[in-house]
Nanobody, 129 residues
Framework: QEQLAESGGGSVQAGGSLTLSCVGS????????MAWFREAPGKEREGVAV??????????DSVQGRFTITQDTTDKKLLYLNLVMNSLKAEDTAMYYC????????????????????WGQGTQVTVSS
């Protein structure tokens, strides 16, 4: 059974950094597209960044240049996904979710929640100004 588990959330002051990690188990393909989404109170869940095959990356405009998504595809049994977040702002405060897609992702739809079949439980990031 496919599972995703996030870690690394916490509280930080504005301008600080955090690194989120996600480990996936039970997947048969190690190079599938994986993404980070976030959901702030009272707001829709939004795409933050996606990586496919460990190489192709896309970012939301709001995090471009501050966040870096990476995927380790060397392990054939586990999926590894990271999100390095620098220059954090108060508006980055949210629950962050790891997501994975089975099958080919149409990149213009990378930030559509419906494109991902597998989700983690989330990890909270709080940035104080």
């Amino acid at each position: 059974q496919e599972q995703l588990a996030e870690s690394g959330g916490g509280s930080v002051q504005a301008g600080g950094s955090l690194t989120l990690s996600c480990v996936g188990s039970g997947f048969i393909y190690s190079r599938q597209c994986m993404a980070w989404f976030r959901e702030a109170p009272g707001k829709e869940r939004e795409g933050v960044a996606v990586v496919c095959d460990g190489r192709t990356t896309l970012y939301a405009d709001s995090v471009q240049g501050r966040f870096t998504i990476t995927q380790d595809t060397t392990d054939k049994k586990l999926l590894y996904l990271n999100l390095v977040m620098n220059s954090l702002k108060a508006e980055d405060t949210a629950m962050y979710y790891c997501a994975a897609r089975a099958g080919v992702l149409h990149l213009p739809r990378w930030d559509w929640k419906s494109e991902y079949q597998y989700w983690g439980q989330g990890t909270q990031v709080t940035v104080s100004s």
